[in-house]
């Protein structure tokens, strides 16, 4: 317990007066002595005595200011450390399908009906962006022993929320991706190395994951590389690939006819196999649609559930109500008992 005015607390002493104070006059009467003793009589005189002490150091204390002060709690639940990284490139604008606005068709026939309802219908159409955003909002809201920070990227990455468990906070990073339209250019390895910096210097607690939502991949200079996987190791963090895939997008493996060359020239294939060879647990997820991604984020769910320890900040409590309280119920008790003497 910490105090704001501790020197009211000078003053303490002085709840020891109604212990020595004298009585009220008393009625006139002749020799007590001679009375026999009435030990109720002494427990209630010493009673009201304790009440005025206790009146006294109470409305003192609170005068003082008690407060418990912000305390850091250990505590142990079940989640992970997860980092959300999500591409906010221009391509996350559109839809899952990846169709385009068929032609015009001129007139009223049913030819011209079925080109309205399809234009309708691919309005209506969330984007690829839109969709994983709202699922992982509900994942977030599923797990609430998790710590979750994100970055959202696309040309540079952009620190959007830190380490934190308040879900207020949490989804309201998640939404904030939701605003203005992507750029054309996308660099995965700034994000990636601004990612595992968050884990850098921290505590080793539990599961750690970085999630990585986007629908592209990323060709990766040497340098970028070698400090991705010396990072990846150093903070033994497991990383999980939601790649959205559109019907036009070559997928994360290639296909046995595909040439050799091709290999490493196509961004997703070569990032899909840069990510298996880090030495650190990797699983990657192909979503073609909306049930698809949230089978992978179920998934992910799934997966990731081991004991974690973590420190929660309790936030300072103000103890001078309670302090007031008693002084009040014992100033009562004192007014009561003033109230029942009989006069003469």
Do not use: C
Request: no cysteine; charged share 25%.
């Amino acid at each position: 317990m910490s105090f704001d005015s501790p020197l009211w607390l000078l003053l303490l002493p002085l709840a020891l007066w109604p212990l020595w104070a004298e009585p009220g006059l008393a009625r006139a009467n002749a020799w007590a002595a001679t009375l026999p003793r009435d030990r109720l009589s002494d427990g209630l005189d010493l009673a009201l005595r304790a009440a005025a002490v206790v009146a006294v150091v109470a409305l003192l204390i609170a005068l003082a200011g008690p407060h418990r002060p912000e305390v850091a709690v250990e505590r142990v639940g079940r989640g992970a450390e997860i980092v959300l990284v999500l591409d906010r490139s221009r391509s996350m604008d559109e839809s899952f399908a990846g169709s385009r606005t068929p032609p015009p068709v001129k007139g009223t026939g049913p030819e011209a009906l079925a080109y309205y309802s399809t234009l309708r219908a691919a309005e209506a159409r969330e984007s690829k962006g839109k969709v994983a955003r709202r699922l992982l909002a509900e994942f977030t809201a599923r797990r609430p022993d998790d710590r979750f920070g994100m970055i959202a990227f696309s040309t540079l990455p952009i620190r959007v929320l830190g380490f934190t468990q308040k879900p207020e906070a949490i989804q309201a990073a998640i939404s904030a991706g939701d605003i203005g339209r992507g750029l054309s250019e996308t660099n995965i390895a700034f994000a990636l190395q601004a990612a595992l910096d968050y884990f850098v210097d921290r505590p080793y607690t539990g599961s750690r994951i970085l999630m990585l939502v986007s629908d592209g991949g990323d060709t990766l200079d040497v340098d970028a590389r070698e400090r991705i996987a010396e990072l990846a190791r150093r903070v033994r963090v497991a990383i999980y690939w939601l790649y959205i895939r559109s019907p036009r997008s070559p997928g994360l493996m290639a296909g046995s006819d595909e040439p050799p060359s091709n290999v490493d020239a196509v961004p997703e294939y070569f990032l899909h196999r840069y990510f298996g060879s880090l030495g650190v647990p990797y699983r990657a997820y192909e979503a073609e649609s909306t049930d698809a991604l949230q089978k992978a984020i179920a998934d992910v769910d799934r997966l990731e559930n081991l004991p974690i320890t973590y420190f929660d900040t309790l936030p300072r409590r103000d103890l001078a109500p309670w302090a007031y309280g008693v002084a009040l119920a014992a100033v009562l008790l004192l007014l009561a008992a003033q109230l029942a003497e009989i006069r003469s």
